[in-house]
């Protein structure tokens, strides 16, 4: 079974860039998409960022629009996701998972979860 590994997080300041990497192991991405969603403390698990594996259309939420941008490294069996001028209410636990429901942005669609890798962003 395929095992999926975050990393890249981080404390980084307001405005600044980090880039996440969601690395498939023990096998390769075979779902209908890969997603990222995130969990601020508190709060509930939501979508952030999905891209379709066959297609490689992409899919954001609208707070990230313009800012946040998935790809994939097929050869690398990889997962990115490029977060550019963050923002405070970024920080949160980000995670990778995959899916093989077309359309769906909702946690319990999705099946695969890495442990997460934490974005703290300063103000």
């Known amino acids: 079974q395929v095992q999926l590994v975050e990393s890249g997080g981080g404390l980084v300041q307001a405005g600044g860039s980090l880039r996440l990497s969601c690395a498939a192991s023990?096998?390769?991405?075979?779902?209908?998409?890969m997603g990222w969603f995130r969990q601020a403390p508190g709060k509930e698990r939501e979508f952030v960022a999905a891209?379709?594996?066959?297609?490689?259309?992409?899919h954001y939420a609208d707070f990230v629009k313009g800012r946040f941008t998935i790809s994939r490294d097929n050869a690398k069996n990889t997962v990115y996701l490029q977060m550019n001028s963050l923002k405070s209410e970024d920080t949160a636990a980000y995670y990778c998972?995959?899916?093989?429901?077309?359309?769906?942005?909702?946690?319990?669609?999705?099946?695969?979860w890495g442990q997460g890798t934490r974005v703290t962003v300063s103000s």
């Open positions: 998972a995959e899916t093989d429901i077309a359309g769906s942005y909702y946690p319990a669609d999705y099946h695969s």
């Open positions: 891209l379709i594996r066959s297609s490689g259309m992409t």
């Open positions: 023990g096998g390769t991405f075979s779902s209908y998409a």
